[in-house]
Each structure stands twice: as C-alpha cells, then as structure tokens.
C-alpha cells in the first residue's frame, strides 16, 4: 500500500505494511512544523497481482 500526493511536511503509514485478503490495515497521517495549512487530496494504491485499487481522501492541515 501507499500512499500518494502528500503535501510536503506529512507523512503517511500503515500497519501492517502488507495486507492479504479480508484483513485490516490503519492509515496514520503525521504532521510535522513545516506543513503548510491546506486541503490536499491524496490517494491511496493497493495491488494485489494484476489487480491494482485505490481511494481518493482529502486531508485538512489546520494550524491550532
């Protein structure tokens, strides 16, 4: 899995890293000091042989 267009300052994880049929996986999305306040969209890719999925999310980077 992976994730793709993260805007600079944000990074994305999974665990586990590697899924296999009808299993679970959480998406953590971190910040760090130097991310900009936007609303990106992102995409996460999954493959499993010649089968390739994905999902489009959005992320709202709010500064406190």
Do not use: E, H, W, Y
């Amino acid at each position: 899995m992976s994730a793709v267009g993260l805007p600079p300052g944000l990074t994305a994880t999974f665990a586990p890293a590697t899924v296999a049929s009808s299993v679970t996986t959480t998406l953590t999305v971190r910040s760090d000091a130097a991310t900009p306040k936007a609303s990106d969209a992102i995409r996460i890719n999954t493959r499993s042989g010649t089968l390739t999925q994905f999902l489009d999310l959005s992320v709202t980077v709010k500064i406190n």
